[in-house]
């Protein structure tokens, strides 16, 4: 009795809690910080796994040429680009979010920041994997560095899409 008494009790303050919070509006505010935080961990996965995968490729590489560090330095860094991108639209919608949003707001604003999130994560992977065959490439012809930096590059192109697509959306939310 006791306990069917307390649970009932605390069943009550979940509620008053949750209808107050949905008054305020930090329901609204969880979710645009739910959708930020993912935007910028999502891009730095992306960013930390390409740079795994290039960094191990530059190493083999290096260890057998080390003259050839200044041709695949840029190849290596190219998947640190997404987690950059990540950064900036988590700043960016970090200013647009208040305490004071909407539920739907709240889910605009995740709306607004998904393009970024999972482009940055998908390219910053298959960026990182193409990069390290070109980087493998250098290894065995160093004249070919300035000509393969287009192909991780061309991925690259689809995280800027994903980055400029949650510019113009974020001031969309409000």
């Known amino acids: 009795m006791f306990l069917s ?8 303050v ?3 809690v ?3 919070a949905t008054q305020i509006g930090y329901t609204g505010f969880a979710v645009a910080m739910i959708g930020v935080a993912l935007c910028v961990l999502l891009c730095g996965i992306g960013s930390s796994i390409g740079l795994f995968k290039t960094g191990t490729a530059a ?3 290096l260890g057998e040429a080390p003259d050839k560090f200044g041709k695949v330095l840029v190849l290596v860094l190219l998947p640190a680009t997404q987690g950059i991108y990540g950064f900036i639209i988590g700043i960016i919608a970090s200013g647009s979010v ?3 949003m909407t539920l739907s707001q709240g889910w605009a604003m995740m709306g607004a920041v ?3 999130a999972i482009s940055g994560l998908i390219t910053g992977i298959f960026q990182g994997k193409s990069a390290v065959n070109c980087i493998y490439a250098v290894g065995k012809q160093d004249s070919l560095g300035g000509k393969l930096i ?6 690259e192109f689809y995280a800027i899409l994903g980055l400029i697509i949650s510019i113009m959306l974020i001031p969309l939310v409000g």
């Not at 008494?5 to 009550?12: K, W």
């Not at 287009?150 to 991925?155: D, K, R």
């Open 14 to 16: 979940l509620q008053e």
């Open 5 to 12: 008494l307390m649970a009932a009790e605390g069943q009550e």
């Open 59 to 61: 190493a083999g590489v």
């Open 114 to 116: 998904l393009p970024m």
């Open 18 to 20: 949750g209808e107050k």
């Open 98 to 100: 208040s305490l004071d």
């Open 150 to 155: 287009i192909y991780p590059a061309m991925i």
